[in-house]
């Protein structure tokens, strides 16, 4: 079959169904291993090829799972991450985490890091890859930490991992604290997209009254595991910076950085 017709046709059909009809192209990508800005170069593909792409078009249109979740993978900062159901899908967002850590590892070289938190270990992963910090990252859930030692083998980085409910079973200081806890407000979770609450895990999203339970514990033990001069990065949601800044009031408030949606996304200081 030639491949611009099978690519209408499937986004006809997702119009017809009030589906973003770009999707189609994401999977056929995907599929065919192609970046989408190649496909055009396709003229002909296989019966098998078609098959498997008809199949994946409607499992998605069937059921609204994420792209991310139907193929089982991820693109985070320039790297590729295996995902599924016990892990949340590494946003774009958090991306300015790893730029915001890797400008202060430059700038105060920085040698010790710990990620709780880690889920995927997508920014574990990111900062270790892009710098020569000593890094552990922690995570409650055991399925979480399995994903996330497997990233770290494919993206070729050495991490630590060690399964920790938050600083339990964590010891020592570190030079950076980095974190992206769960921090939707549990009344807020069942208005969450159907992508996120249907597919993200809600061990992942969970943040208790106004979702700051996290950020709650992070401040109760950060002074004990942070050291001198050290940093607490964290990732925050849309409406906690002015919350978590008077949380941390006893810590030095350094910044708040915006994402690509100019949003406040990560709030830093030190101790
Ligand atoms: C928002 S996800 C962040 C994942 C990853 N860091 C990222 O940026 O994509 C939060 C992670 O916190 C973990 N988590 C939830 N409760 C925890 C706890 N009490 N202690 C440690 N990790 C916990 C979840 O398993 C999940 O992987």
Redesign the pocket.
Known sequence: MKLIELRKELKDLYCQHEKDSADVDFIVSEVLNVPRTELTLIEDIDDMTEQTIREYATIRLDTDIPIDKLFKKAYFYGMTFYIDEN??S??QD?EVVVDTTLKYINEKGYKSCI??????G??AIAIKKNSDIEMLA????NK?LQIAKKNAKINKVNVEFLK???FDKVDGKFDLIVS???YIATDEIEDLDKEVKDYD?I??LDGGDMGLKFFNDIHNEARKHLNDGGMLIL?IGYNQKQPIISLFNDFNFVESVLDLNGIDRVLVFTK
């Not at 990620?115 to 995927?120: A, V, Y």
């Not at 922690?138 to 859930?141: A, K």
């Open positions: 892990v949340l590494p946003r958090s990620d709780l938190c880690t889920g995927s997508c920014l922690t995570d409650i859930s979480a920790s409910d938050m992206n806890p769960p895990p061990l992942a990732e």
